[in-house]
């Protein structure tokens, strides 16, 4: 069992950065497709990026609205993956949910159900 942990949420002005990360203390991310979910004040969890090295297509994938400003990345030798966010807009803000997958297919990876484990969140707020 998986059990993952977020760190680096916080209060950032607009245009700023900030990086999260995404560990699993004793556990290899090797089978795992991992991503990133949030949840916007009063709405459903959305997509935000996934990475799974293990397909053929290997390339990090991004939901429209963060592509080019967010990067998806991993550090196996530290087992931790990372949320690169950058030029930071007010609706940006949300809780930010790192997840896994086991059974995660370019047909379900939109779909939240279809990860098996998820983070406690972290608060991400982009505010002047």
């Known amino acids: 069992q998986v059990q993952l942990l977020e760190s680096g949420g916080g209060l950032v002005q607009p245009g700023g950065s900030l990086r999260l990360a995404c560990t699993a203390p004793?556990?290899?991310?090797?089978?795992?497709?991992m991503g990133w979910w949030r949840q916007l004040p009063g709405k459903e969890r959305e997509f935000v990026a996934l990475?799974?090295?293990?397909?053929?297509?290997?390339?990090?994938y991004y939901a429209d609205s963060v592509k080019g400003r967010f990067t998806i990345s991993r550090d196996s030798a530290n087992n931790t993956m990372y949320l690169q966010m950058n030029s930071l807009k007010p609706e940006d803000t949300a809780i930010y949910y790192c997840?896994?997958?086991?059974?995660?297919?370019?047909?379900?990876?939109?779909?939240?159900?279809?990860?098996?484990?998820w983070g406690q969140g972290t608060q991400v707020t982009v505010s002047s």
């Open positions: 997840v896994a997958g086991a059974r995660i297919t370019a047909a379900n990876m939109y779909t939240a159900g279809a990860y098996d484990r």
């Open positions: 990475i799974a090295w293990f397909w053929s297509q290997s390339s990090p």
């Open positions: 004793g556990r290899s991310f090797s089978s795992y497709a």
